[in-house]
C-alpha cells in the first residue's frame, strides 16, 4: 500500500499570502496524483488531478507539481474561501488520501 | 449535469452489514471512460477510499477493507451500491459515493452512518 505524508499539519496564514502544501509519497505514483478542498460540513471538491491539472472552474491561483514522491499544492494569494483542508491523493496503487493539511487564518 | 445521492440506514447495529446504495442522474453508468466509488470519513477525521468498479462489475478494494467489502453495480437503475460486513463502531463515518477517471471528480453530498446498538 502506498502511503501518502502531508506536511505541514496546518499552515497558519493570512489573506493575500502565498501557501506551499507538500504531500510525499512512500513510492512513486508518477504523475497519478490529485488534490481536493475541504470545507467544514462540504463535500471534498476536486481541485487538481495528474498533478498539475487544474478541475474545471478552479482558479489559476491553484497549482500543482511535482513528480514521483514529492509534490506541492500552491496557492499563489489566499483568498478568504481558501480557508479549509487539502488532501492528495494517488491512484496508481488502488487509491490512497493523505492525511491533510488545515489552512488557517493567522 | 451528473449527480450522485448516498442512500441507506442511517444507524447500524454492531456486527451487522451496513449497506448503501449510489444513485446517479444526468448520465449512464454505463461507461467505460468511468470507474465509481466509495470513499468514507470518520468524524473529525480524514478520508479514506473504500473501493471502486466498473459499469461491468470489475471491483478494486482497498486492501484493509477487501475481506468485508462487497459492491456492485445495477446498471438498468443506474446504481451502485456497497455492503460492509460486521461493522464495529469504528466503522461509523460519513460515506460518500464519487465517480473518478484521472480523480474522483463529482461526489455525492455523503451519508452519515452510525454503528450503535
Known amino acids: 500500500e502506498i502511503v501518502l505524508t502531508q506536511s505541514p499539519a496546518t499552515l497558519s496564514l493570512s489573506p493575500g499570502e502565498r501557501a506551499t502544501l507538500s504531500c510525499r509519497a512512500s513510492q512513486s505514483v508518477r504523475s497519478y496524483l490529485a488534490w481536493y478542498q475541504q470545507k467544514p460540513g462540504q463535500v471534498p471538491r476536486l481541485l487538481i488531478y495528474d498533478t498539475s491539472n487544474r478541475a474545471t472552474g478552479i482558479p489559476a491561483r491553484f497549482s500543482g507539481s511535482g513528480s514521483g514522491t514529492d509534490f506541492t499544492l500552491t496557492i499563489s494569494s489566499l483568498e478568504p474561501e481558501d480557508f479549509a483542508v487539502y488532501y492528495c491523493q494517488q491512484r496508481i496503487n488502488g487509491n490512497t488520501f493523505g492525511p491533510g493539511t488545515k489552512v488557517d487564518i493567522k | 449535469q451528473l449527480q450522485l445521492q448516498e442512500s441507506g440506514p442511517g444507524l447500524v447495529k454492531p456486527s451487522e452489514t451496513l449497506s448503501l446504495t449510489c444513485t446517479v442522474s444526468?448520465?449512464?453508468?454505463?461507461?467505460?471512460?468511468?470507474?465509481w466509488g466509495w470513499i468514507r470519513q470518520p468524524p473529525g477525521k480524514g478520508l479514506e477510499w473504500i473501493g471502486s468498479l466498473d459499469s461491468s462489475g470489475s471491483t478494486y478494494k482497498n486492501p484493509s477493507l477487501e475481506s468485508r467489502v462487497t459492491m456492485s453495480v445495477d446498471t438498468s437503475k443506474n446504481q451502485f451500491s456497497l455492503m460492509l460486513s460486521s461493522v464495529t463502531a469504528a466503522d461509523t463515518a460519513v460515506f460518500y459515493c464519487a465517480r473518478s477517471r484521472d480523480a474522483f471528480d463529482t461526489w455525492g453530498q455523503g451519508t452519515m452512518v452510525t454503528v450503535s446498538s
Open positions: 444526468g448520465g449512464p453508468i454505463r461507461n467505460s471512460f468511468y470507474y
